[in-house]
């Protein structure tokens, strides 16, 4: 069994900054591809950046200049930089995470809320 567990999330004026983290934790030979995704309310859950694990990175337009996601294969510890937030920018944010360990599959740790004022 893994686990995928996030930190990091908060309350932040717009042009504020948080820097989200990813942990797993569990039977792991290794994590390959590592998602973060965001939900706002009453919208449909979309992919904002990824990170292969040869450290490949790639950004939803909305994000691009704004955001950096990062990874410490060592820690197994996956991270997302968030710089120059707009309330637009108000989720939930989930990690998820393609596993190799007793079985090969995604995991999606429970969820961090970002919340952005204007």
């Known amino acids: 069994q893994v686990q995928l567990v996030e930190s990091g999330g908060g309350l932040v004026q717009a042009g504020g900054s948080l820097r989200l983290s990813c942990a797993a934790s569990?039977?792991?030979?290794?994590?390959?591809?590592v998602g973060w995704y965001r939900q706002a309310p009453g919208k449909q859950r979309r992919l904002v950046a990824l990170?292969?694990?040869?450290?490949?990175?790639n950004y939803a337009d909305s994000v691009k200049g704004r955001f950096t996601i990062s990874r410490d294969n060592a820690k197994n510890t996956f991270y997302l930089q968030m710089n120059r937030l707009k309330p637009e920018d108000t989720a939930v944010y989930y990690c998820?995470?393609?596993?190799?360990?007793?079985?090969?599959?995604?995991?999606w740790g429970q969820g961090t809320q970002v919340t952005v004022s204007s």
């Open positions: 990170i292969t694990r040869a450290g490949g990175t």
């Open positions: 998820n995470a393609g596993v190799t360990g007793s079985a090969d599959r995604d995991y």
């Open positions: 569990g039977i792991i030979f290794s994590v390959n591809a």
